[in-house]
C-alpha cells in the first residue's frame, strides 16, 4: 500500500498510533461520514441537494486525495497543506450541517476531531523531519 520503511523512518510524534489503529479507525469515520450524508440530503431542506453538501464533497476529495500526498508521493509538506483545506472545508461542512440536522452534524463530530488530530501528527512530522 504504502513504502512502510520511508513512513517508519520519519520522527513521529509520541502521540502517534499504532498503524492498526487507523484499520479500525477510519471505517468508522467513514461510515459515520456516510449516515451524516444520507440524513441531511434526506432533510426536505436539502432535497434533491444544497450547499452544504456541495461542502461535504469538498471536505471530501481534500480527504481522500490526503494518502496519495503523503504515502505515495512522500509529500508531507504538501499532504499538510491538502489536510488544512480538509479541515476548514469540513468545519465549514458541520457548521451548515447544524441548522440542518442536529443528527448530521453530531455524526461529523469524530471525524472532525480526528482530523484535527491528524493535523497535528502531519504537522509534528513537517516540522521534525525537515
Not at 68 to 74: E, G
Not at 89 to 106: A, D, L, N, P
Amino acid at each position: 500500500m504504502y513504502n512502510k520503511i520511508w513512513y517508519e523512518s520519519l520522527n513521529k510524534s509520541s502521540l502517534t498510533p499504532p498503524s492498526w489503529i487507523f484499520g479500525v479507525v477510519w471505517p468508522i469515520l467513514y461510515l459515520l461520514m456516510f449516515l451524516s450524508f444520507f440524513i441531511v440530503q434526506q432533510n426536505p431542506r436539502c432535497v434533491p441537494f444544497c450547499k452544504p453538501l456541495y461542502f461535504f464533497l469538498i471536505q471530501l476529495v481534500f480527504n481522500l486525495l490526503w494518502t496519495t500526498l503523503f504515502f505515495k508521493m512522500k509529500q508531507p509538506k504538501l499532504a499538510l497543506l491538502d489536510l488544512i483545506l480538509t479541515v476548514i472545508f469540513t468545519f465549514i461542512t458541520v457548521y451548515q450541517f447544524k441548522s440542518i440536522s442536529k443528527i448530521g452534524f453530531y455524526l461529523l463530530l469524530p471525524y472532525l476531531i480526528w482530523i484535527c488530530f491528524a493535523l497535528y501528527l502531519n504537522s509534528y512530522i513537517v516540522i521534525k523531519n525537515r
